[in-house]
C-alpha cells in the first residue's frame, strides 16, 4: 500500500530520471521544502566484490544539504554498499572495490585519505555497537580521544553537547561512568549517534539504524532525525516505506544495483515516474 | 519383546555406571595427588622454607628461597619476551592474515611448534643460547619458557580477537580513527581478558616446565647473580631433590611441590574466575 | 512483497586478506601492519631454525651411522658407540602403554560428562579433570617415585603369577620400569583425551540424536548409534594429540623408567626413552659425538611428534569442516 495518500497524478514524465529533478510541481507536500544546495554528487558509482558480479551498477545521485535522504529497496538492491560507499567503509571489506566519482565540497571522496573523510562522514550502523570496554562517557569522547584530543574540558564539553543533540543527556547524565553497553538497545543507538556527532561531521550516514529497536525506541530516533538535518545532512537506509515517508525530504529507490528513481519523498511516493517504483511502494513487487 | 526391552534398559545401565565409573577414576585422580601432596607437603612447608638457601649437602635443613626467585626470574623475563610476541603475530593473524598464505603457515608453524615436545625446545634453546654463550643462564632458560610460551599466547590471542565483533572495528574507523589506532586501543582493550588470561595460563605451563631447564638454567645453589649465570628454578630443585638419596631433600621436595602446586592451581582458578563473565556486549 | 525486507547483508569488515594494500593505505597502518607481519614471520622462522638446528647439529651421526643410528642397540658414549633402538622402543612402547590405559578411561569419562551426566556434574568433574592437565609433570614424577613405583613393586608378583605365561608379565619385580611409566604417563595424557573427547561429543547436532529418541532408544543406544560415529574422527584426533603428549614427555617418565638402555620383553624391567636419554646426558655430553648423537635422537622425536601431531589436528579438523 502507497503510504501517503494518493493524489491526483499529474501527467507521467517519460523522461529518464535526472539525478537532480526538481520535485513534482503542483503538487500539495506534506514536507514542503525548498531546493536545497547540493552537498554530495555522485556519479557512475560502481561497486562490489573482487570475484563476485558488481554490486552497484552505475548511481548517480545528488544528497542535498540539510535534509534527510532515504533510500529505499528491497534487500539486495546495494543501498547499504551505496551509503558505505560515502565514507568508503565499503572498502575496509576484503576485496572490496569501489569506482566512479563522488564529491563532497568540491573534492573526490575516492580521492581523499578515508580515516579524514569518515571524520566529515560519520555512519551509524544497523546494530547498536557501543565499544564493550568503555562507560558513556569514553563512547562519545571516542572519536575525539582516538584522533589525539587532549583537552579535558573540550573532550567533556562536547561529550555533553553530543549528548544533547542526540537527546539522551537527561536519561543519561547520572551515569557517564557507567559502561555504555549497559544501557537500553534505543540508548545504545543514540549513544552511537552521539558518538557519530561528536567528530563533527557534515553528512550522517545511517544505515537501518531502527532495525534492531522496538517502534518505541525507532520514534525517538525518528523525532531526532527532526532535529539532527537542522545542522546537518542525513542519508539514511530504511527497508521501512512508512520511516522514509516519515522523515526524509527526499527518496531514493534502489532494485538490483541500480537507482531506479529518486525526488523529493512526496512525489515519489505519490507520483512515481518509473513502474519499478510504483509496483514496489505499492506492494505489487516481486 | 518385554525381554529384549529389559535387556537393553540393562545395558543402558550398565554403559551408564561404567562410563560414570571412568569420570570418577579420573577426577579423582586429581584430588587423589592434590589430597597426598598436601598431606606430605604440609609438615615441611616453614617461613624458613620460603626464605633461606638450600643446605650444604649432607645437612638437613634450608630453603628453597633461591628457587623460587629464580623461577619468578625465568618465567617472568620469558613473559616479557613470549608474550609480545605471541599477541603481536595474533593481531596478526585476526586482523591482517585472513586466509591469506603467510597466515596459514604461520599458524602451521605454531600448532607445530606447540607440539614439540619441551626437551626439543630445551635442547634448540641449549643451541640457540647456550653453546654461543658458553655458559649455562637465566636467560638461556627464559629463552626456551618464551618459546613454549609463545604458540599457546598467539593462538589464543587470535581466537579472542576473532571474538570481537566486526561492527565493533567499523564503529572505531567510521569515526574516522585509523587501523593501527582501531587495532591497539579498541580491538585489543576488547579482547583483553581473554588475552591476558590466556597470557597467565601459558606461564604458569612454563612455570611447571622442568624438562627445558636441565641444560638451559642448569640449577644452582645460591642466588644467580644475574641473568648470565645459572639459576636455580622450582621445577629443576624438585626434580634434583626427588631423584636425590636424602630423605631431608625428599621431604623438602614435597614441600616444594606443595607450592608449585598452589600457584598452578591459584593461576588455574583465577583465570576462570575472571573468564566467566566474557567481554560484555560481546554477542 | 514482504514489505519489511531484510538488511542487506554486508560482510563483516575489517579482517582479512592483505587489507586494502597500495598506495591508499595510510603510512602509519602500513607500519603496523608490516609490524605485526614481522612477528608472524618470527614464529614462522623460529620454527624453521629449530628444525634446521636439529638437523645441522645431528649430521654428524646420519654421516657415520646413517639409518642405522635407528636400528642399533647399543649405546655406549664413552666407546664411540651409538644406537637409538633403546630409547625408540621405551618411548613407544610407555607411550603405547599409556593409550592402552587412557583411552578407555578418557573416552568413558568424555562419553559420561557429555551425554549422560546432568550439566552441573559435568561442569564440576571437567574441570577438576581439566586442572589434572595442568599438574606439572615433575610433580607426577615426584608421586611416581614415592607412590606409585612402591604400589606396582608390591603388585608385579601377582601379575607374574596370573600372567606370568606372557613374557610381558615376567622378571624380577623392580617397580621402576615401563610398566610405571605407562601407568604415569597414561595419568598425564588422560586429561586431553577425556577433555577433547567431551567437546568433540558436544558438537554432535541435536536432531541426529533426537531421531533415534524418537524411534524409543535408550541413551546409550543413541550414544552408540549416532554421537559415537559422528565423533569418530575428533576421538581419534584427541587420542593422536594424546599420543603426541606422550611421546615427547620427559620428567614424569625419566623419574620412574629406570633408566637404561636395553630392550627386554617384559614390562617389569627398566628401560629408556628418547626425551629422557636428552635430558640426562645433554648437558654432560662433552664429545662432539655424543652431544651429536642426542640432537640426533632430538631430531627423530621432533619428527615423530610433528607426524602425529600433524594427523590429530588434521582428524580434529576433519570433523570441524563437517560440522
Known amino acids: ?286 | 519383546m518385554t525381554g529384549g526391552h529389559a535387556r537393553r534398559r540393562r545395558v543402558n545401565a550398565l554403559m551408564f555406571a561404567l562410563t560414570a565409573l571412568c569420570a570418577a577414576v579420573s577426577a579423582g585422580v586429581l584430588f587423589a595427588i592434590l589430597g597426598y601432596i598436601a598431606w606430605k607437603g604440609a609438615s615441611s612447608l616453614s617461613w624458613a622454607f620460603l626464605t633461606r638457601l638450600p643446605a650444604p649437602v649432607g645437612e638437613t635443613g634450608g630453603g628453597i628461597a633461591n628457587s623460587i626467585v629464580g623461577s619468578a626470574e625465568v618465567v617472568g623475563l620469558a613473559g616479557l619476551i613470549g608474550v609480545p610476541v605471541g599477541v603481536l603475530a595474533g593481531v596478526y593473524l585476526s586482523e591482517f592474515g585472513g586466509r591469506g598464505r603467510l597466515a596459514f603457515w604461520v599458524r602451521y608453524a605454531a600448532d607445530t611448534l606447540n607440539g614439540v615436545p619441551s626437551i626439543v625446545v630445551g635442547l634448540f634453546a641449549y643451541a640457540l643460547v647456550v653453546l654461543p654463550m658458553r655458559r649455562f643462564s637465566a636467560l638461556s632458560g627464559a629463552v626456551a619458557l618464551a618459546i613454549i610460551v609463545v604458540p599457546i599466547v598467539l593462538r589464543n590471542t587470535e581466537e579472542f580477537l576473532r571474538l570481537v565483533p566486526g561492527t565493533i572495528r567499523e564503529a572505531a574507523l567510521a569515526l574516522g580513527v585509523p587501523r593501527w589506532k582501531v587495532t591497539l586501543r579498541v580491538v585489543l582493550p576488547t579482547a583483553r581478558r581473554g588475552i591476558l588470561t590466556g597470557a597467565l595460563l601459558a606461564l604458569a605451563r612454563a612455570a611447571g616446565e622442568t624438562a627445558p631447564l636441565i641444560f638451559t638454567a642448569f640449577g644452582n645453589s645460591f642466588w644467580g647473580r644475574s641473568l648470565l649465570q645459572p639459576v636455580a628454578t622450582l621445577p629443576l630443585t624438585l626434580y634434583n631433590y626427588a631423584i636425590s638419596p636424602y630423605d631431608d631433600w625428599h621431604r623438602q621436595a614435597w614441600a616444594a611441590a606443595l607450592i608449585l602446586m598452589l600457584f598452578v592451581l591459584a593461576v588455574n582458578a583465577a583465570a576462570r574466575v575472571w573468564l566467566k563473565p566474557v567481554s560484555g556486549g560481546a554477542s | ?323
Not at chain 3, 633402538?85 to 593409550?99: D, H, I, K, R
Not at chain 3, 564440576?124 to 581439566?130: T, W
Request: hydrophobic share 50%; with cysteine; glycine share 10%.
Open chain 3, 1 to 323: 512483497m514482504a514489505t519489511a525486507a531484510a538488511p542487506d547483508r554486508i560482510p563483516s569488515v575489517a579482517r582479512g586478506a592483505a587489507a586494502v594494500p597500495g598506495p591508499r593505505e595510510r603510512a602509519g597502518d602500513r607500519l603496523f601492519r608490516l609490524g605485526v607481519a614481522a612477528f608472524a614471520l618470527l614464529i614462522l622462522a623460529l620454527t624453521a631454525a629449530l628444525a634446521v638446528m636439529l638437523a645441522v647439529e645431528s649430521r654428524g651421526t646420519w654421516r657415520s651411522f646413517g639409518f642405522s643410528f635407528l636400528w642399533s642397540t647399543e649405546w655406549d658414549p664413552i666407546g664411540g658407540k651409538f644406537g637409538a633402538l633403546p630409547f625408540l622402543y621405551g618411548t613407544l612402547v610407555s607411550s603405547a602403554l599409556a593409550l592402552l590405559i587412557a583411552v578407555p578411561l578418557g573416552v568413558g569419562s568424555a562419553i559420561f560428562l557429555a551425554e549422560l551426566a546432568p550439566r552441573r556434574v559435568s561442569d564440576a568433574v571437567s574441570f577438576a579433570i581439566e586442572l589434572l592437565a595442568a599438574v606439572p609433570s615433575v610433580i607426577l614424577g615426584l608421586m611416581g617415585i614415592f607412590l606409585l613405583v612402591p604400589w606396582v613393586r608390591a603388585a608385579e608378583p601377582f601379575l607374574t603369577r596370573w600372567l606370568g605365561w606372557l613374557p610381558l608379565f615376567r622378571g624380577a619385580p623392580y617397580g621402576i620400569g615401563l610398566l610405571a611409566a605407562g601407568l604415569i604417563l597414561s595419568l598425564m595424557i588422560l586429561p586431553y583425551i577425556a577433555a577433547i573427547s567431551r567437546e568433540v561429543l558436544l558438537t554432535v547436532p541435536r536432531p541426529l540424536k533426537e531421531g533415534l529418541y524418537a524411534l524409543g532408544a535408550t541413551r546409550w543406544e543413541v550414544v552408540r548409534g549416532v554421537s559415537l560415529p559422528y565423533a569418530r574422527s575428533g576421538i581419534l584426533g584427541a587420542i593422536f594429540l594424546a599420543l603426541g603428549r606422550a611421546l615427547g614427555e620427559t620428567m614424569a617418565v625419566t623419574m620412574v623408567i629406570g633408566n637404561t638402555p636395553q630392550i627386554s620383553a617384559s614390562l617389569f624391567s627398566p628401560a629408556y626413552t628418547m626425551s629422557a636419554v636428552i635430558a640426562n646426558e645433554l648437558a654432560e655430553a662433552s664429545s662432539p659425538d655424543h652431544l651429536s648423537a642426542l640432537v640426533a635422537i632430538g631430531l627423530t622425536l621432533f619428527g615423530l611428534t610433528v607426524v602425529v601431531n600433524g594427523l590429530a589436528r588434521l582428524l580434529i579438523r576433519r570433523l570441524e569442516a563437517r560440522g
Open chain 1, 1 to 286: 500500500m502507497n503510504p501517503l495518500m494518493m493524489n491526483a497524478r499529474q501527467p507521467e514524465d517519460p523522461a529518464v530520471p535526472r539525478p537532480t529533478e526538481p520535485y513534482g510541481e503542483g503538487v500539495p507536500l506534506a514536507h514542503a521544502v525548498g531546493e536545497r544546495p547540493v552537498v554530495m554528487t555522485i556519479r557512475n558509482l560502481r561497486a562490489g566484490y573482487a570475484g563476485g558480479a558488481s554490486v552497484l551498477k552505475g548511481v548517480a545521485l545528488d544528497v542535498r544539504e540539510r535534509a534527510v535522504t532515504a533510500i529505499i529497496g528491497p534487500s539486495g538492491c546495494g543501498k547499504s554498499t551505496l551509503i558505505r560507499c560515502l565514507n568508503r567503509m565499503h572498502e575496509a571489506v576484503p576485496r572490496a572495490w569501489c569506482e566512479g566519482d563522488i564529491h563532497l565540497g568540491g573534492r573526490n571522496v575516492l580521492h581523499l585519505d578515508p580515516v579524514v573523510l569518515r571524520r566529515e562522514v560519520g555512519m551509524v550502523f544497523q546494530r547498536p555497537n557501543p565499544f564493550p570496554t568503555m562507560s558513556v562517557f569514553e563512547n562519545v569522547a571516542a572519536g575525539l580521544v582516538l584522533n589525539g584530543e587532549r583537552d579535558r574540558a573540550k573532550i567533556a564539553e562536547t561529550v555533553e553537547s553530543s549528548l544533547r543533540r542526540a537527546a539522551l543527556w537527561d536519561e543519561v547524565k547520572d551515569k557517564l561512568a557507567s559502561p555504555g553497553v549497559g544501557l537500553s538497545g534505543g540508548q545504545q543507538q543514540r549513544l552511537c549517534i552521539a558518538r557519530a556527532l561528536a567528530v563533527r561531521p557534515r553528512v550522517l550516514l545511517m544505515d537501518e539504524p531502527c532495525s534492531a529497536l522496538d517502534p518505541l525506541a525507532t520514534a525517538r530516533i525518528e523525532e531526532l532525525l527532526v532535529q539532527l538535518k537542522e545542522e546537518l545532512t542525513v542519508v539514511i537506509v530504511t527497508h521501512n516505506m512508512q520511516q522514509a515517508a516519515r522523515v526524509s525530504e527526499y527518496t531514493v529507490f534502489m532494485l538490483m544495483g541500480e537507482l531506479v528513481e529518486s525526488g523529493p519523498t512526496q512525489r515519489l511516493f505519490t507520483q512515481p515516474k518509473d513502474k519499478r517504483t510504483e509496483d514496489y511502494i505499492t506492494g505489487r513487487f516481486g
